[in-house]
């Protein structure tokens, strides 16, 4: 191959790396930020699938390994309220994850203390951090029940509830929400919760709310707490509770975990 012609490829070559780099950066600085704040499914794909595998991939860890190591680095032992900052914080600045969040969080925290629940269920746990942020409301005495069928999020959340100083206040269960619920009150003598968050798959909302009312495990004034029942939504959920004459149902409106997009909390207490 002769110099010049050897030459002009080189040039070929980098302008179209060049080119390349180019259209990634505009894409990933401009349009999809700009697509990820108008759809709610686009900013699910973006942040929970392609953006997390990516890091993933590039830091050889899991979101769930990352979000421990910045709550050791950045908040202190046995202050629950550090714990939460420090995952806000990391979850607004660097990835975004499925926690309920700060803005729906503050809504949790109201519910939960007008409930003033002595049992608690949580359906879902991921790495803690909505445990934390109900665990550290309750009044002493008072006992929270979590369930999380994959092993590698609850082994994450066992580490946080204990970073956050409140082993002693959550019981962590492993397996799925379906095959426990049954079992719950012979395994940890609970009569019955004041209090249930929802936030575990959408699809089983409305199966387990039918599967805690057939074990009596709600009573009157039982208050259910759901997430995401907009984004991604739960609309048969929604049907059951706002229809059913056992309920007494009301929306809060806010936003998904860490972007404006719009979701909610709905509250729903069992009327017996
Ligand atoms: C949205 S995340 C929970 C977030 C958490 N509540 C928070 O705000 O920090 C949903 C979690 O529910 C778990 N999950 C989904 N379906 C479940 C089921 N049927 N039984 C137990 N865990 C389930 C998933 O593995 C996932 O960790």
């Keep these: 191959?002769?110099?010049?012609?050897?030459?002009?490829?080189?040039?070929?070559?980098?302008?179209?790396?060049?080119?390349?780099?180019?259209?990634?950066?505009?894409?990933?600085?401009?349009?999809?930020?700009?697509?990820?704040?108008?759809?709610?499914?686009?900013?699910?794909?973006?942040?929970?699938?392609?953006?997390?595998?990516?890091?993933?991939?590039?830091?050889?860890?899991?979101?769930?390994?990352?979000?421990?190591?910045?709550?050791?680095?950045?908040?202190?032992?046995?202050?629950?309220?550090?714990?939460?900052?420090?995952?806000?914080?990391?979850?607004?600045?660097?990835?975004?994850?499925?926690?309920?969040?700060?803005?729906?969080?503050?809504?949790?925290?109201?519910?939960?203390?007008?409930?003033?629940?002595?049992?608690?269920?949580?359906?879902?746990?991921y790495c803690g951090y909505s445990t934390v942020r109900i665990a550290r409301l309750l009044s002493p005495g008072s006992k929270l029940i979590t369930v999380e069928f994959n092993p590698a999020f609850a082994a994450v959340a066992r580490q946080i509830i204990a970073y956050a100083g409140l082993q002693d206040k959550v019981t962590l269960v492993e397996g799925p929400s379906g095959d426990l619920i049954p079992k719950l009150r012979e395994r940890f003598g609970v009569k019955s919760f004041d209090f249930v968050f929802l936030d575990h798959w959408k699809d089983r909302y409305l199966l387990d709310t039918k599967l805690l009312e057939d074990c009596g495990l709600l009573q009157k004034g039982t208050v259910l707490l759901a997430d995401n029942v907009i984004c991604p939504g739960t609309p048969e959920y929604l049907k059951y509770v706002r229809s059913s004459p056992r309920y007494e149902s009301r929306y809060y409106k806010s936003n998904l975990e860490y972007t404006k997009l719009e979701d909610g909390l709905e509250k729903s207490v069992f009327l017996g």
């Design 1 to 125: 191959m002769s110099l010049p012609v050897f030459r002009r490829m080189l040039w070929s070559l980098l302008a179209a790396t060049a080119g390349s780099a180019a259209v990634l950066y505009v894409l990933y600085r401009w349009l999809i930020p700009a697509a990820v704040q108008r759809s709610s499914w686009l900013a699910l794909l973006w942040h929970a699938v392609i953006f997390e595998r990516v890091l993933d991939i590039l830091t050889g860890s899991s979101q769930p390994q990352r979000m421990l190591k910045a709550v050791q680095k950045n908040a202190t032992k046995g202050d629950p309220q550090s714990v939460i900052s420090a995952i806000d914080h990391y979850c607004r600045n660097k990835e975004w994850a499925m926690n309920v969040g700060d803005d729906k969080g503050l809504i949790l925290d109201s519910v939960l203390t007008e409930v003033n629940p002595s049992a608690a269920l949580e359906l879902g746990t």
